[in-house]
């Protein structure tokens, strides 16, 4: 447990990417983070820094940024950076436990790297990355094994696509998991990269959802709504 949280910003704003694409969310956005994607469109959180606000501080801003009944927002999603870094996990803990008594849907971005039990108890709905090829970063394949068996219906599994050596490295990832389970998995979700600096990929999009439709739909391909309106270089929208 700690009593400070490691703040990039907070913020609200209508999910652009995932399952629950076009749901209103206050984000909470953690600093720090050393996973090292190579194609992170956050970069400026990575550094570890020392300024940590208490938590009552990140309550009342939840709070004020959640206006009021009957209209008042209860979502929020703990993303980053990383929430799950050891330097940070104790304050996102700290946070959802107070959201979760507070009565708010809380979700979490999940970088793929790491299961914490204590986190994931609390919180309703986890984001857990697959990390692709063009990420530089791999995520073992037994996690996603163990959220099945410790969170079955809580997750979804998503993976940035960037070309088709990625959707081909997805594909082999969902069928390996795939084959112990007894279920169809139906909570693989593919976002089409669209990097910084770019033009709308409408090609690559094209190419992931023939894929995909070429591989018998394993997958939900879902782009980055608020990049479409907002641009891919405008951030905490
Ligand atoms: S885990 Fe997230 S914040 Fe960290 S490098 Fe990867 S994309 Fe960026």
């Known amino acids: 447990?700690?009593?400070?949280?490691?703040?990039?910003?907070?913020?609200?704003?209508?999910?652009?990417?995932?399952?629950?694409?076009?749901?209103?969310?206050?984000?909470?956005?953690?600093?720090?983070?050393?996973?090292?994607?190579?194609?992170?469109?956050?970069?400026?959180?990575?550094?570890?820094?020392?300024?940590?606000w208490p938590l009552s501080q990140v309550i009342e801003e939840i709070y004020s940024q959640s206006g009021h009944y009957p209209h008042q927002?209860?979502?929020?999603?703990?993303?980053?950076?990383?929430?799950?870094?050891?330097?940070?996990?104790?304050?996102?803990?700290?946070?959802?436990?107070?959201?979760?008594?507070?009565?708010?849907?809380?979700?979490?971005?999940?970088?793929?790297t790491r299961v914490i039990n204590e986190l994931f108890d609390v919180v309703d709905f986890i984001n857990f990355d697959l990390k692709t090829p063009s990420t530089g970063v791999r995520t073992p394949l037994s996690l996603i094994e163990k959220m099945y068996e410790q969170y079955p219906n809580r997750f979804q599994v998503k993976a940035v696509i960037a070309d088709k050596r990625d959707f081909d490295y997805a594909f082999e990832a969902y069928k390996s998991v795939q084959s112990k389970q007894e279920t169809l998995l139906t909570n693989w979700c593919l976002t089409p990269c669209y990097e910084k600096d770019e033009k709308f990929p409408k090609e690559r999009f094209l190419e992931i959802i023939n894929l995909n439709e070429q591989h018998g739909g394993a997958f939900r391909v879902i782009g980055q709504q608020h990049k479409w309106l907002h641009g891919p270089n405008e951030t905490n929208v």
């Open 73 to 112: 927002l209860k979502r929020v999603s703990l993303t980053g950076g990383d929430p799950l870094h050891p330097k940070i996990a104790p304050g996102t803990l700290s946070l959802a436990r107070v959201l979760k008594k507070e009565g708010f849907f809380i979700s979490i971005e999940a970088a793929g």
């Open 1 to 52: 447990m700690s009593d400070t949280c490691a703040i990039h910003s907070i913020y609200r704003a209508t999910e652009g990417e995932g399952l629950f694409i076009g749901t209103p969310q206050i984000f909470v956005r953690f600093q720090g983070c050393n996973i090292g994607c190579v194609n992170c469109d956050s970069k400026d959180t990575w550094e570890f820094n020392d300024k940590s």
